[in-house]
């Protein structure tokens, strides 16, 4: 069988994001990927990694190339209309996440792409986070028995805001570690837990009350699991981190600590190719605890396989961004379901409203069952 054509594309932005990941992880991909364009309105930073990158200085001269695949990776603010032009022009889509500022906003992209029979798809990365699926294998196996609470942390210590008035930092619409942070952890716990019924937040601003919220405590309620919580917290005063993860069953909990390694592997120039990519540290590998007297810790009627040491420990999965990509060729050359679907990537942006009007108003806000 011919090998297939790669598909051409071209970023939408270069920036910490493009650079870190979206541009080593395409051009890493280079049986399935051929990166000809990136738009840079003032600098030319992108062709000093990758020569042959032809400059574009606006999306409309992008358009108008023969790439099929566009990446936006720009401010928030900005995904929406980039995103909805590029669908417009025929061209397949990766939007960086927050997918868009408002659900509505969200659900007219997903209505244009299916309109113009174009992929589209959000780089909700950290689902192939190694402490993620480390996490998803452990509530899969069910060792834990029933789930009673459920609790996440994505905790920075960033005392003072960045020099240069970043956009992120911000106090406008897009901007704030709700949307930054917050959009992967909700997007995991959708994952791991389906929709909740109910919102309850609390979002503060702790280093300048000028600049944009910077600590978050979003509560997820399932009305058909009333025992049940999930919490999901950030902040960028905390100086020293607790766990990253803990979930309490009847049957035990498991406490993860550390973070995955794959973007600090990018940022030095690693890639999926490489000895020892998405391996977390032994010391950061997550803990079981559960009576050892259970025999559900080596073997469960689920068929989920677990490598758990004498003291509980649980090996972590590797950590796999690639597997993103990945979709995205089958997506477009195959027709298969993208990566991610607008559809959850809209749903996480309708929690972020729910959890900003929570805590405007100071109560429990229901999450709408259709939207």
């Given at each position: 069988m011919?090998?297939?054509e790669?598909?051409?594309c071209g ?5 910490m994001?493009s650079?870190?990941f979206?541009a080593?992880?395409i ?6 990927f051929?990166l000809t364009?990136?738009?840079e309105?003032s600098?030319d930073n992108a062709?000093?990694?990758y ?5 574009c200085?606006s999306?409309?001269d992008?358009l108008a190339t ?6 936006i990776a ?6 929406f209309?980039n995103?909805?032009?590029a669908?417009?022009?025929g061209?397949?889509?990766v939007c960086?996440k927050?997918?868009?500022v408002?659900f509505?906003e969200?659900?007219e992209?997903?209505?244009i792409?299916c ?26 196996a069910g ?5 009673v609470?459920?609790e996440?942390?994505y ?10 008035n970043?956009?992120?930092e911000?106090?406008e619409p897009?901007s704030g570690i709700l ?6 952890m ?7 837990f389906?929709?909740?019924?109910a919102?309850?937040?609390?979002i ?7 600049a ?5 405590d ?5 009305a058909?699991r009333?025992a049940?919580?999930v919490t ?7 100086r020293?981190?607790g766990p ?6 009847v049957n035990?909990?498991f406490?993860k ?9 990018l940022?030095?120039h690693g890639?999926?190719?490489?000895v ?5 540290p032994e010391?950061?590998?997550g ?16 068929g ?7 003291n509980?420990?649980?090996e972590s999965l ?11 060729a089958?997506?477009v050359r195959?027709g ?5 679907l607008a559809?959850?990537a809209?749903?996480v ?6 959890a900003?009007?929570?805590a405007r ?5 229901p ?5």
């Open positions: 011919a090998a297939r790669p598909i051409r970023l939408v932005g270069y920036g994001v650079s870190v979206h080593p992880l051009s890493h991909a280079r049986a399935d051929h364009h990136v738009v309105r600098s062709r000093q990694r020569p042959h990158i032809l400059r200085t999306l409309e992008l023969d790439v099929e695949l566009v990446i720009t401010p928030s603010a900005s995904h209309d995103a909805r032009d669908l417009l022009a061209k397949h889509v960086e927050p997918f868009t408002t509505a969200a659900q992209l997903d209505t792409a309109a113009k029979k174009k992929m589209l798809t959000v780089f909700h990365n950290r689902r192939w986070d190694a402490d993620f699926l480390t996490l998803r294998r452990v509530i899969e060792v834990l028995g029933e789930l609470e459920f996440a942390h905790d920075r210590y960033r005392p003072a805001l960045k020099e240069g970043v956009w992120r911000r106090d897009g949307y930054d942070l917050g959009s992967h909700i997007d995991q716990a959708l994952q791991l389906g929709r909740p019924s919102v309850a937040a609390d503060r601003k702790q280093r300048s009350s000028d944009a919220d910077d600590y978050f979003v509560d997820l309620r399932y058909d009333p049940f919580k999901l917290k950030a902040g960028c005063v905390v020293k981190l990253r993860y803990v979930v309490h069953g035990g909990s406490v600590h550390g973070i995955d390694v794959q973007e600090d592997q940022k030095t890639n999926p190719g490489m020892g990519w998405g391996v977390e010391a950061d590998w803990v079981l605890h559960v009576d050892a007297a259970d025999e559900s810790v080596t073997a469960n009627a689920s989920v396989e677990l490598v758990v040491s004498e509980g420990t649980v590797h950590g796999s961004y690639q597997a993103f990509y990945a979709g995205v089958s997506a195959d298969t379901m993208p990566p991610v559809a959850d809209a749903l942006i309708m929690i972020i409203e729910l900003k009007e929570s108003t100071g109560v429990v806000v999450v709408p069952v259709v939207a």
